[in-house]
């Protein structure tokens, strides 16, 4: 059993806060950050990739890695390689909930999360983090999507938490296991979900994840967030970090309407635990709220 709460996607694209709207159901599960009710955007839900030509910007970055321009994805991708990897089934990551500076940013969001599918087709298998200031003050949510249906909200939870995320494409049940933990709070949630459409495994990612301004409200001040402990494997049950010689690892950079970036990955790096891994690990900084 799920036990959350399934999140409608709203027709006005503004923000609402769950419990207090008419029209909106109850909040959800209790809040791990003292009750703070949930926070929503006109978008009905995350997206997959939305990409902008690179318009004369550079197309490899420093590390050789190709360079993706988005609307709403900061992050690396790892995607299919011929004679290597065809599909992926699994993808995790740990990181810190990083805290949103709503005295800058008084009304916007964004989401840390890892997932299959999104850069080249229509379809994201994710789970997550969400960080919202809403005039003025902040809410932190664990969350998961199987796009295009809603997020589900799971559980409350505060800046500076632990937590491990993951998805994994069982092929013999043919469902998603959507699954976080707070290492901090020792929250938890594992779901398995059944794609209501076609989901290819063409991609997998570790993103940052926000909007520019107008009609959703723009990416809130979250400062950098670190990613750490990045696993991918593809469908042959080859194992690796975000680069590996089975796959191609693309760096994907946000920007807002304006083109100003908004957040931007750092350079991959070995990661602290476990030691051996190389490149898997990075940080993603805020630049602009659009």
Request: hydrophobic share 30%; with cysteine; net charge negative.
């Amino acid at each position: 059993m799920r036990g959350i709460t399934k999140l409608a996607a709203f027709a006005a694209a503004a923000v609402t806060i769950a419990g207090l709207s008419a029209g909106v159901a109850a909040a959800g599960p209790q809040a791990g950050s003292g009750g703070h009710h949930l926070i929503l955007h006109g978008t009905g839900g995350l997206r997959p990739d939305m990409r902008r030509p690179a318009d004369g910007r550079p197309e490899v970055n420093a590390d050789g890695l190709p360079i993706q321009y988005s609307n709403n994805w900061s992050g690396y991708i790892a995607l299919p390689k011929s004679g290597k990897t065809k599909t992926f089934r699994y993808v995790q990551a740990n990181f810190t909930v990083p805290s949103v500076n709503c005295g800058v940013t008084p009304t916007a969001f964004n989401y840390q999360w890892v997932g299959l599918d999104g850069d080249t087709d229509g379809t994201v298998e994710q789970d997550g983090v969400g960080g919202y200031c809403v005039n003025g003050s902040p809410t932190y949510f664990a969350w998961s999507e199987m796009y295009p249906a809603g997020v589900d909200e799971q559980f409350y939870l505060n800046p500076g938490d632990a937590v491990t995320a993951s998805v994994y494409y069982d092929s013999t049940t043919r469902q998603y296991e959507l699954a976080l933990t707070d290492l901090t709070s020792g929250q938890t949630f594992s779901v398995d979900e059944s794609c209501a459409s076609t989901c290819n495994n063409s991609s997998a990612e570790v993103i940052t994840e926000g909007y520019p301004s107008g009609n959703y409200g723009g990416t809130s001040d979250f400062g950098s967030v670190h990613f750490d402990t990045i696993w991918v494997t593809n469908s042959g049950g080859t194992r690796g970090e975000l680069t590996n010689t089975n796959w191609v690892t693309d760096e994907s950079i946000a920007q807002g309407a304006s083109n100003d970036v908004t957040t931007e990955p750092g350079a991959l790096y070995a990661a602290s635990s476990p030691s051996t891994p190389l490149l898997s690990a990075f940080e993603d900084n805020w630049h602009n709220e659009d």
